[in-house]
């Protein structure tokens, strides 16, 4: 029985963490963390849960939370690089949901979230919690840095063009919309229901944070700078992204080509379902899901290559991804607890 | 293991259905027929089974049918009773999702549904799958008639006190929210998001089929006649059923009272969570799961009495009722399968 | 050309005052005033204002301000009472859209709000402006308490019957549905559209603000004490109320007398369309525009009789309102800048 | 007064278009065609009408459509072909806001519509009605092709770039949003609120007809060939466009340049309204008006220019386009009836 601990469970990647681990036979959440929260029953706030999950938040305690197997932090980004050091000296092994250990690079870090870092040891060490690329690392980590939404399903979606050297790194296109769980729980005009509702709307187009970590994957599986536009959108929907790639081919290629690489490059990868030719995936169809689900296209005509890659942010863009991450580091099947099938409609 | 069969899974309980029992270790869905879609593969109409059935649609065949152990209806109502008695003869047993086998007095089906009834033989053998009312005999039954979605949330929540004789039966009111998905896939233009978008409105004012399927229950309840004004209401949301019950005590009753009273009636039902004094569910709490969330309120200035009762259309509402019959009806867990938590938000 | 101020126009109600009188001809805006935004153009906060209303938010002043014909309160309760006076004694009307006025009794005011009322003095003068009650004491009044966008819907829809004398006044339920804009625009986790999206609740089960005030009005209406249940429920979708009423008749009744009553007593009122007999109207027909519209029911099944009446909570329910009434006030047409269809799909 | 005929007038575009125009004092609706409904009360269909438009529909006539001053096509492609020569030669200017004589090349048309183009003699007669290009023909013509929506948000975007010669033509860009009104009223499994809603998808990704229509206008604007990548989605929402727009620039630009060629380029254009540098429109800014909200970026990290452009694909995408044309062809003000500030929120 894996012993696990939620920091700050109190958004909505914590309560989708507590949906995927509450059911599960060999894992048991043993301590729930939340300043403002602590004495209340976490059932309270998420009534989801009731019947599922009998514990009540806590304050955040170093010698409870070492007792744990594993800390997931459900965090806000500064609150991981504060405290993980002191649970990993103390053998427990720690998901961090947060932005905190994403980027290699220290001082890009710091320029895009505006502050120092305060456990620079630690990035090295961090492993990149993807495991369509990082599997074998994942496997031996200590510490995980879950991708961000929106770089999960970016990068699984170049991931077999960039590899392969098919196309142009320097003229690469995300066009991404995302719905507004994205945006978290927190109390903020733009994510009221009469603001985000019945509207579409482009956001952090002049920057957006998870630029850099997607440049960063990109480069290193093409191994070579790339020239990324990134533009993502809000979409009046609760759940779900949807990536829309553009790339330029540096040879010619056709649809048989595309579809035969992605499917060999996933052919491994449970949570990468890799859509028949000519499919347009729905976010829908992943909602409530760890599956990534993918369609490459050909166009002929503009000599384009579109790749259509959808998520649900909370689960394979966030929770889910932690979890499989678990998985594999406990030596539990990738599977385990995220057979999920999606909520349709 | 449990051979199961689903007439006419191309609608929304029938998807659900197939998402509930996909994962089951113990049961393995072996025949699904449309007559429309046959030969095409389930997951090509439904991509969140992609992965997780791999089975063809096919036309219905008796033959086939009859191999297994029990067969599904999620087809509209009256082909249910055509061909039900030729399954039931050769040992299996049916779980119909349809309306024909709810009411026992054919002659209100009839003028409700407009055609005559070609089963009245089966009408007396055919169980309620109402558990909370009707668990032993579901436990025996061949032939299940699984309540409909507005009936369910309904008699849910009157049980308690028409059981308890607390409140005068000629005067009980059923204000009813539904959201979308309870109208079907079929292509309607009142089910369009455009039509049904962003607006409330009331529908099937005058009548609708529900009202003497929950008026025959609630009868039996109370065991006397009952005067009930049901207005359903369609919501601009996919899933969900907020039915709003008043009635008006007999005698003097109290919050306490009416708290204990409904907490004890459900003590040994693990689908009807009776939520703390005060409390006012929300459908998105039971999203996806099998659970009917039902709080109640006296209110001493008018005394009224009102009860908020939740569930999930597409899963309490019908297909987690009739896995929970099959169940039941084989011995199983009754939670098995169905301990899926709501997914939130 | 009549000179309006608005204050605190940084809220829905704002806005939705500031698209109705935009483009008069007759009515020019020239104060907005907000402390928070002060200095900054008000087309920059609402982007549909670009290139209507070239005016920026100021502090609020009483010179000013005094200096208008009209000065609209479009702030939450407490900010009127304590400013309305100096202003009327300089001759400027007021139009209320907060609660601060629309209460006769003091002490009951006081205990719904929490607080003393500090120009009790006003209380009296200030004529309630529901124009399909008060028209005469409209045009001659210099203070208006705009109704709150439940109590138009609800008494709107018992009016008739209540004058007439036709029902249990004892016996009224109003089981009403609002879209979420009637919550605000200020920043509320329960707002967000991951929580008030795809779900349906009740709130304010025990006792809702708006509750006095439908009382005090249907109390008048029938000149005798009223029993009325009320429970508002939050639907997903941004504008819209839909009040669904209950009554008891007190003697024999048929559908075609209350057609006929409903029609008559609403034929001089230009913003109330009593629909068809069989109507069940939505809250879409009335999107945008300052119409209510009504369908009555008589149930003779349950010898209940229903009314379904809709309108735009931001329109007839607040701002639209309180357009008619400045038209009321000014000796203009009634309709005058109100004759907006609204907006469907 | 001018007399005004509808035919089709029973979907969004023709309800729509009575909304811009039963309000007007120099516009009549006299006629409102359609087959099915003939008979009935145009109000008893579209109940936000009752009051504004006492017509009913009728059989389309020759005869009577003769007698109208300018007659809408509201009809699906293939109609106005047949029909229009016959009323042009009776003096009837023609609106058509379907898609028969958008095309200028008849055999690019009959490969898109995989049907014989019946009205040739009318292509080259015919005015591309998008205004901000064609503002003088459209004063002049007799027969007006209304653009499509997606076909004016992508123009106007890359319109000032292309006149330009700024960026390279061969490598456009548009991934474009839209609402799902833009699929009709037809009843369609995939408009659906269940299957839409809650959900984001691209469509259309091999080939959308909205494409030629794009590509024709583009190559005029610049008057070289174009290549452009048009990747259409399916926005859960009712109403609006938002088409993103990429190009590489062919020499060096700034911000402060691209600023000023856009509200250069639309100073004359009182319904594109090019927001200040750093905007990010969204598509609720123009609900419900006919207003177009642009915003030019230059991201001079990956050296792209992008630009945002929103409308409202029922007004400025579709009747509030057919009037302004029609406002032209009439000597009106170009904004007559047109002057609407937007539903927000």
Not at 218 to 225: D, M, Q, S, V
Not at 235 to 250: D, Q, S
Not at 311 to 316: A, E, G
Not at 326 to 338: K, P, R
Request: charge should be negative; proline fraction near 5%; aromatic fraction near 6%.
């Amino acid at each position: 029985m894996i012993k696990a601990g939620i920091i700050g469970a109190t958004g909505y990647t914590g309560v989708e963490l507590m949906r995927l681990l509450a059911t599960r036979q060999d894992v048991r959440v043993d301590v729930i963390t939340s300043r403002e929260l602590a004495g209340t029953p976490v059932a309270d706030v998420f009534p989801n849960l009731r019947g599922y999950l009998d514990v009540v938040f806590t304050e955040p305690d170093t010698e409870i939370l070492a007792a744990c197997d594993v800390v997931f932090y459900a965090t806000p980004h500064t609150v991981a690089m504060n405290t993980a050091a002191e649970l990993l000296s103390r053998g427990v092994r720690v998901i961090d949901l947060s932005a905190d250990f994403r980027l290699k690079d220290q001082s890009v870090w710091e320029s895009w979230y505006k502050t120092a870092h305060t456990a620079p040891e630690l990035i090295e060490q961090a492993v990149y919690g993807l495991p369509e690329v990082n599997r074998d690392d994942i496997t031996t980590a200590k510490l995980i840095a879950v991708p961000g939404c929106y770089p999960t399903a970016v990068q699984l979606g170049f991931l077999p063009l960039l590899e392969a050297g098919l196309v142009d790194s320097s003229q690469l296109i995300a066009d991404c919309k995302s719905g507004v769980s994205g945006a978290g729980k927190k109390a903020a005009v733009g994510s009221l229901l009469c603001e985000a509702g019945e509207s579409m709307k482009a956001y952090g187009v002049a920057g957006h944070r998870h630029l850099p970590e997607i440049s960063q994957g990109l480069t290193r599986f093409g191994n070579k700078a790339v020239g990324l536009t990134f533009i993502p959108h809000l979409t009046p929907m609760i759940r779900g992204i949807h990536a829309t790639l553009y790339a330029n081919p540096v040879a010619e290629v056709n649809q048989e080509q595309l579809q035969a690489l992605f499917e060999s490059r996933y052919a491994d990868s449970p949570f990468v379902d890799v859509l028949p030719a000519g499919s347009e995936p729905a976010t829908r169809n992943v909602r409530g899901s760890n599956k990534c689900q993918i369609a490459v296209h050909y166009l002929p005509e503009s000599q384009k290559i579109v790749v259509l890659s959808v998520i649900d942010n909370l689960v394979k863009g966030a929770s889910g991804q932690a979890v499989q991450n678990m998985n594999l580091m406990f030596g539990l099947t990738e599977t385990a607890g995220l057979d999920v099938v999606a909520l349709l409609p």
